[in-house]
């Protein structure tokens, strides 16, 4: 049996699991990412703890494959740097593989946390059988992992698929990038939390938006149906830019399930330009408990 070790380095915690070929997790942990020591200091953390996973579990290191790492962007995954996540704030120029491959001797890979989750989905998700896809996840940010003509769209640094920060309408107000009307800027949870709690006239987390939208509070079902069609502007755009068979949406927000599903579903019946690509399947992700890690896991087996 052979094992690949997956890190999904997140801004509250890091997970860490050994997943086999099949992608059985066969042992994990999770340990709390602390910001107020040096990065250099947290990576060591990490490797003490995947060793300590290795040992614990009693894996022969010849049987492991190698470690991938999924971590949030922006980053180099080609040069294995993190450059500087928002959610990583004294993380910048990070050589992460490096420092991980100083500690093992099996290879060690960096690829993007959205890339490793649209991994996973093709590996033992809602896209196994499909060579071109998006993966789009929509939680506190927004991002997407591409898979074109059967492999993942990295692009030079691996940056690909950043469509978070594409500006969809501008009139909804300056993005913290900079830009105005970025997609996350309006349809993120955050974004969900922040614009429902201003119509609502109190502090509302995105699911106290969601449960008004539920029983049919006026304001809020008007409000977050336009944040449904936006999604489906984005999708549209996807479906235009790549030309995928399927778009399989996860994270938080996708977890309101059929209204959001059914309006990306109707936008992009009637917007996306190719009559084919009219018919592109709008799926739910299957894979949001695990998927970081396993994601990352797949980075070796598919190596
Ligand atoms: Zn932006």
């Given amino acids: 049996m052979e094992y690949s070790i997956g890190v999904d380095i997140g801004g509250t915690k890091v997970a860490i ?17 602390d910001l107020s020591i040096k990065p250099e200091k947290m990576i060591t953390i990490i490797n003490e703890t995947i060793a300590k996973l290795i040992k614990d579990n009693s894996i022969t290191s010849e049987y492991v494959k190698g470690i991938g790492i999924g971590a949030p962007g922006p980053l180099n995954s080609k040069d294995g740097i993190i ?6 704030s004294n993380w910048i120029d990070i050589p992460i593989v490096e420092q991980v491959q100083e500690y093992f001797s099996f290879p060690v890979i960096l690829e993007n946390d959205a890339n490793a989750a649209a991994l996973a989905e093709k590996w033992l998700g809602a896209a196994q059988e499909n ?8 939680s506190t940010g927004i991002g997407a992992g591409l898979f074109v003509d059967g492999k993942l769209l990295g692009g030079s640094r691996g940056n690909a698929g950043d469509i978070g920060h594409t500006v969809v309408d501008p009139s909804y107000g300056q993005c913290p990038c900079g830009q105005f009307g970025c997609l996350e800027f309006i349809a993120s ?16 987390s995105t699911k106290q938006v969601f449960d008004l939208y539920n029983q049919d509070h006026k304001e809020i079902k008007a409000y977050v149906e336009d944040v449904f069609r936006i999604i489906g502007v984005a999708c549209v755009s996807l479906i235009n830019t790549i030309d995928p068979e399927k778009i399989v949406i996860g994270g938080g927000v996708s977890k309101v399930g059929a209204p959001l599903f059914d309006a990306v579903r109707t936008y992009v019946s009637q917007y996306a330009l190719n009559p084919g690509g009219r018919k592109t399947e709008i799926v739910p992700a299957v894979l949001d408990q695990n998927a970081g890690v396993i994601g990352a896991a797949a980075l070796s087996f598919s190596g």
């Avoid at 060579?131 to 929509?138: C, G, K, M, P």
């Avoid at 949870?189 to 006239?201: C, H, K, M, V, Y």
């Fill in 83 to 88: 450059s500087c996540p928002p959610n990583l």
């Fill in 131 to 138: 060579n071109n896809f998006a993966y789009v996840t929509i």
């Fill in 17 to 33: 699991a050994i997943v086999d070929h099949h992608g059985v997790v066969v042992g994990q942990t999770v340990i709390p990412t």
């Fill in 189 to 204: 949870g955050t974004a969900i939390a922040r614009r429902g709690s201003e119509i609502a006239g109190k502090q509302l």
